[in-house]
């Protein structure tokens, strides 16, 4: 019975080494793959491969170098969580095809890099347009746009240094929930949620075609870790105790930038940009799509208020932002032939005006470009200014402030009443 029992043992013993050696030989053939597929893309080097029984598999000392980059990063290791033991063995193989069964999670808990070097969205932008990426450069900083290796060492930081963690689950529909945390230390932490149609995130990965993605649901939310304190340090001309100067200036600055680039958002929307920049903590944004929304339909955005069409909720620091709006204007993304504008008058003759603010009917408004306007929103707010020019949803204000030249774009309908100064008979 001992010899019995002590042969089962050894022959248990013989399969657990054999299955720790296959799964570190298919983890070893997967990345040579890797290593040979893109051999003229980076350079990839590590040190360990380990498993344990609870089904997760181990990459560790890891040192990739993005030849376009021109840095190296270096990762502590890479854990990949399965179900169980078994899982792992059986399913890992199937890892590099783009298949997800039983995976639960990633996680990398230590990224290093040197500042030096051409920075994630360059990366990013031989593959993605760069105008996804100006809403979030830096505004309200001179000339500065984006933060150079110096620019950060002057705000204090030295070493990129982030954590990453991807856990993958179903909802109770049977969809897939998607949860990614990048934890940036000093520069804060971003928390994303999505939900797809079962299959996308495994659709993705085998066709490598993000546009192909559906998007049921997303959940952003960012967490400041002191990084707009040191930004106002580093930005603030006016001293670095005036973080509001700061932050306003900054809001004012992404608003025309976002305009100049069709994009509208309202006073409210750039209220909250400046008082985020200014207060720092938590914002949340929740997007909902039941139908679903493909990123191939991006042309089904123009002329509508981005926020409302997903439904969107903001919130800063636990309380609900009321009424940003994010119209896409595309008389400014696809700007129409220019036509001369024939200004049509009444038959004044008999008629003399005094000086003074006259109210114009709506349809009128695109005869008084560059005219001095007086506006009244339906929320009670009143502008004044020159009409710098009119689309089919919106009209241009223009300021001229001491610090200098600024846009407000309104929505017409949202514009209660519109005035134009009259000083000489018409």
Known sequence: MMKKLFRMFLFGLLLFILSKAFIAFTVF??????????RNDFLLTYKWISSTMD?????????????????????EEITFQYADYYSLMTSLPKLQKGSLNQLKSVSIPHIQTELKGKSLKELLSQEVSPLWFFPFDIYGCGAIHQLSP???????????????????????????????????????????????????IETLLKQKNVQDLTIMALKVEHQDAGFFRRLNILCNKEGADKRSTFSANAAIAWKNAMYAQGLLVSDNFMELYGTYLMQGGSLS???KKEA???LTNLMDLVNKDVIQYFDMDFKLNGQKVMRPELYVDGSILFPPEKQE??????????????????QIEKAFINQHIGRKIRVKMLDGKEYEGLLSSVTEYNL???????????????????????????????
């Open 292 to 294: 679903g929304f493909l």
């Open 150 to 200: 110096i620019d950060y060492q002057n705000m204090g930081i030295n070493n990129w240094e982030f954590s990453l963690s991807v856990d993958i689950d179903e909802s109770k529909q049977g969809n897939d929930l998607l949860s990614i945390t990048l934890d940036q230390n000093e520069m804060g932490r971003i928390n994303l949620l999505s939900e797809s149609p079962r299959g996308s």
């Open 285 to 287: 944004v929740e997007a």
């Open 341 to 358: 504008v024939v200004e049509i008058l009444p038959d004044t003759e008999d008629i003399k005006y005094q000086a003074a603010y006259q």
């Open 55 to 75: 089904g997760s598999i181990a990459i560790e000392g890891i040192e990739l170098t993005p030849y376009v980059m021109k840095r190296t990063f270096d990762i």
């Open 29 to 38: 053939q997967v990345l040579t793959d890797i290593k040979e597929q893109y």
């Open 396 to 426: 241009e204000l223009t300021q001229n402030l001491a610090g200098g030249v600024v846009h407000y774009p309104l929505m017409l309908n949202e514009i209660q009443t519109f005035e134009v100064w009259i000083n000489q008979e018409q």
